[in-house]
């Protein structure tokens, strides 16, 4: 079966870069996401990825993709407030469909 | 250009109730998603309708049903509420195509089940 696996939460102070990883389990999927979900809102698609790239630049966002370990990863450079927030990784599995993983809480302190 | 949009915000129901939620999707999409997000953790997708027929199933149980109508909009249906049915459930439409299809998610609904 699929399983997306991300870690929980992480602390960064405003300025430094973040980095949230992830580990997927289907190496069928043809696309990898980053969703945010601020405090009771639904979820905005921050960047994406196509299977067959490593790499994936836009503007404050890195993606970076290893297929051969299944690890994805977002880079969020110059971090503010604003960013604080959840982040979750996704696979497409078919059908349009998405399998989450739980959620990295990002905390930023000023 | 409206968003997703998804109604009521908010409700509570007793166990063994019925309840019905709501979405209107994003204006030019014809593909409808629901996704059951429990609390502290991701979502989970609930099932898929495009042009009005279910394309996709995850693994609920058959008492989560749902529908679609020509103007695309969906309700999902929950009978039988049990107390593990209290969650945020989301909604998201897009435009099925064969390329990567972006998901635009609504609010959510949160339910809450006494």
């Known amino acids: 079966g699929e399983d997306v696996e991300q870690s929980l939460f992480l602390s960064v102070r405003e300025g430094d870069s973040s980095v949230i990883n992830c580990t997927y389990t289907?190496?069928?999927?043809?696309?990898l996401y980053w969703y945010k979900q601020e405090p009771g809102a639904g979820l905005q698609l921050l960047t994406y990825i196509f299977s067959n790239m490593d790499m994936k630049q836009d503007q404050r966002l890195t993606v970076l993709l290893n297929k051969k370990d299944k690890h994805l990863s977002l880079r969020i450079a110059d971090t503010q407030t604003g960013d604080s927030a959840i982040y979750f990784c996704?696979?497409?599995?078919?059908?349009?469909?998405?399998?989450f993983g739980k959620g990295t809480m990002l905390l930023v302190s000023p | 250009e409206t968003g997703v949009t998804q109604s009521p915000t908010h409700l509570i129901k007793t166990r063994g109730q019925q309840v019905t939620l709501r979405c209107s999707s994003q204006s030019g999409h014809n593909t409808v998603s629901w996704y059951q997000q429990a609390l502290g953790q991701g979502p989970q997708f609930i099932f898929q309708?495009?042009?009005?027929?279910?394309?996709g199933r995850g693994n609920f149980p058959p008492r989560f049903s749902g529908l679609q109508f020509p103007n695309y909009s969906s309700e999902l249906n929950v009978n039988a509420l049990e107390l593990d049915d209290s969650a945020l459930y989301l909604c998201?439409?897009?435009?099925?195509?064969?390329?990567?299809?972006?998901?635009?998610f609504g609010p959510g609904t949160r339910l809450t089940v006494l």
């Open positions: 998201a439409s897009s435009l099925y195509t064969s390329v990567m299809d972006e998901q635009f």
């Open positions: 289907d190496s069928s999927s043809t696309y």
């Open positions: 996704a696979e497409d599995s078919g059908y349009s469909t998405l399998t």
């Open positions: 309708y495009y042009r009005e027929e279910e394309n």
